[in-house]
């Protein structure tokens, strides 16, 4: 499959829509979401149509969304943007239509109510992609063969401004503690996420990410790329709130993610099938190659060690969790010995963390255990 900047050109065996996305509305004030409906065009024998990109309020962070979470998406998704700074749109990039960074699937949030973004529901989702300041978006999709899923609409994150610098430098605890930069601290709005908490059994395993957004920022910058991914969580995905419990930026600060204090085990939407006992950490960026920052690696090894030694787990070690989905590498009730610090790929069908950083993995192990004075 070929495609010039503004059309489409599709073998007939091959069912494909290039999606038009209308007119952006005003921008949120204060940061937020605005939601463009896409709407499929054919031309001819061969199905496909001309796409023009099209001017938006300001952006940062971009997705695709559909109604049912179970749904399968197009086969590909792909967006250009207009850079504020520049004036300049990018070529097109795929945007990862695998979103397995979730909550499973017979919670609330996966599809069985209660998500607050959706009224009520969780939506389907691909990854969101950092794009950086934004005012213009083009969306095209190619089916493979199966029918366009309903209510397909373009997702625009506006992170809105950064809080006051002295609340960005606050932390969340000290001693054994690392630093952990509160939710407060990198300007989350407590209005969005549902009110309450929910929590599991003791944390046996820290699973690390990667958030498959683009390394290419100024750690200064790293509140707003999650605020952007928190609201696209719940505005977009239609979780209770953000999906990972940390992040971790290239310069090695951690955040606090999904609410509920950074000392409990709070649920989290982060591994299909074994979010119960567990915890989520994200380092921002894409590690699929190339090197991971060594302080970046540091501050998972830190997280981990203290996240796992508030319960007496050895950094180090092994222990065993329950599938609770058929979604995730392994069959619902299947029994699954993890290290205490797994990669996501251990547990889902996926290259996340990314190859780099899975194979920094045994190194973390290690200097965690050592900070627990093991």
Known sequence: MRFSLLAVSVAVATTAA???VPAASARPPAGGVTVLPLTAARRGAVQGAELAPRGTGGFALVGVSWDDPGA??????????????TGRWSDWRTLATDEEDRPDTDSPEGGGGGGSGSGGRGRGATAPLWVGPSDGVAVRAATGGRPLPAGLRAELVDPGADPAPAAARARAGEGPRPGIVTRSGWGADETLREPDFQYTGPVRVVFVHHTDTTNDYACADAPKIIRAIYQYHVKS???RDLGYNFLVDKCGTIYEGRAGGVAQPVLGAHT???NTDSAGVAALGTY?????PQAQVDGIAKLAAWKLGL?????AGTTTLVSASDGSRYRKGTTVTFNAVSGHR????TECPGEALYGRLDGIRSWAAHLQGR
């Open 272 to 274: 299909l099938g074994f």
């Open 72 to 85: 399968a998406p197009a086969a590909t998704v792909e967006v250009r943007t207009r850079s504020t700074a």
């Open 311 to 315: 319960t007496g787990r050895d950094a």
């Open 237 to 239: 995905n239609g979780w």
């Open 288 to 292: 699929v190659s190339g090197a991971v």
């Open 18 to 20: 290039v999606l038009s």
């Open 346 to 349: 251990d547990a889902f069908n």
